[in-house]
């Protein structure tokens, strides 16, 4: 095993998070907007370029903080063998101090098999996000995921068989000509998985992509945002029945099984990403801004030169952090302390910002007290209108 638990006894805040994006897919899923290619004979070659990068920040800043999870996403990052992982696995390892209690790889239906899911345990991870979409062959079609319902069943049967008790399952659901029965029954196949923790997005329609294209062009009609909204009561409900509970507009978890990495992100913590397309963001020592960047999205260019990839590199004021904190942790359960907002970044609400969450409290929409502001459950359906409300009313 290269990675072992250990957990430290270190403030929340000095602890970071490792993204790295596999950048490959078999095939283009009609809503995806993402990086990716789908070829893959340079497969190898990305993971060398890959190696170098983690290498890149050895004795660095960034490598001065134990990192608390890493999550490899994409792409596809099921695409990679075993042997893949494990070169890629001890390159973090001898780079970066690790106090990892949570290592997560993203994985398509059709690529799992036992022995894989086993060999992937024994290198230590221990979390398997499983991008099922749908039990629905239709909709599955549509939406041209690579795998079908057989193989999107046998995944998760395999996840138990491997002994992955900490797994996650990407939902879809406001598909166009998805019926709230269709959904209804992709939920309680799931559920009968028995899973702790489910990540459900409502199908966006992205202008670049082969969905947007039709929707464009008049060929696909969006659903109407009244059946949205009943898809994503539907699942808020049913999960809670089962025991998991909604912490995050789309995360779903039982208690204690909340996303580490993602967790993260909402909270504003450290977090370097790797690879083509990866974002970035990092706190300077003193804590008074914050640098943001990502990598090209460009394979080629990637594997030539890993480490000078950086682009759209900004420094971030305390004032845009404050908003963005605000932004990301209104979308959870928990939402924001004043405190918190205060110490970490000097900001205070205005007298119109109360006077806003005032009303929306009497609304219903907002839950506030003299330490906190989070939304509630009817809140969180809009959040992101109320949130652009109070940044803006300040
Ligand atoms: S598998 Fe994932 S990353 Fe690849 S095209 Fe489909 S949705 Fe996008």
């Known amino acids: 095993m290269i990675f072992e638990y250990c957990v430290l006894n270190i403030e929340y805040f000095k602890m970071s998070g490792l993204y790295l994006h596999i950048p490959f897919c078999k095939q283009a899923c009609s809503y995806c907007d993402f990086y990716f290619v789908t070829r893959h ?9 890959l190696i170098k990068e983690i290498e890149s920040y ?6 001065k903080e134990p990192i608390k999870s890493v999550y490899f996403g994409g792409g596809t990052p099921s695409l990679l063998n075993a042997n893949q992982f494990e070169q890629i696995l001890e390159a973090i390892a001898k780079t970066f101090k690790l ?12 690529d799992v098999k036992p022995g894989y899911l086993g060999d992937l345990k024994s290198l230590g991870i221990n979390r398997a996000s499983m991008g099922v979409q749908s039990f629905d062959e239709s909709l599955l079609a549509f ?14 049967e395999y996840l138990s068989t491997a002994g992955f008790d900490n797994f996650t399952v990407d939902l879809i659901y406001g598909n ?8 209804e029954s992709d939920i309680e196949t799931l559920l009968s998985f028995n899973p702790p923790h489910i990540s459900a997005y409502s199908l966006t329609v992205e202008p670049h992509t082969r969905l947007g294209k039709q929707v464009e062009l008049g060929r696909i009609i ?5 059946q949205v909204a009943t898809h994503f009561d539907t699942i808020v409900s049913r999960l809670a029945d089962a025991g998991i509970h909604q912490y995050e507009v789309s995360n779903y978890a039982k208690p204690g099984h909340e996303a580490v990495h993602n967790s993260a992100y909402w909270s504003h913590q450290n977090y370097l990403g790797l690879g083509p397309a990866a974002h970035s963001l990092w706190w300077e020592a003193d804590r008074a801004q914050a640098q943001r960047w990502r990598n090209e999205s460009d394979l080629k260019s990637y594997i030539n030169d890993p480490i000078n990839q950086k682009v759209e590199i900004e420094t971030l004021n305390l004032t845009s952090l404050a908003e963005e904190r605000l932004m990301l942790g209104l979308r959870t359960k928990q939402g924001v302390s004043f405190s918190e907002l205060q110490s970490r970044y000097q900001y205070l609400l205005s007298e119109k910002q109360r006077d806003y969450l005032n009303k929306r409290q009497v609304d219903g929409f907002v ?24 940044i803006t009313s300040a």
């Open 58 to 63: 050895r004795n660095s800043r960034i490598t």
């Open 176 to 183: 166009p000509g998805q019926s709230l029965e269709v959904l």
């Open 143 to 156: 939406m041209h995921r690579a795998h079908n319902r057989a193989e999107a069943l046998k995944s998760l």
């Open 99 to 110: 106090a990892v209690e949570e290592l997560t790889v993203e994985m398509n239906p059709d």
């Open 222 to 226: 969006a659903p109407e945002d009244d």
């Open 41 to 49: 004979h340079q497969k190898q070659d990305f993971v060398d370029a």
């Open 367 to 390: 839950m506030h007290n003299e330490d906190s502001i989070a939304l509630t459950p009817d809140g969180l359906k809009i959040a992101d209108s109320i949130i652009l409300d109070l």
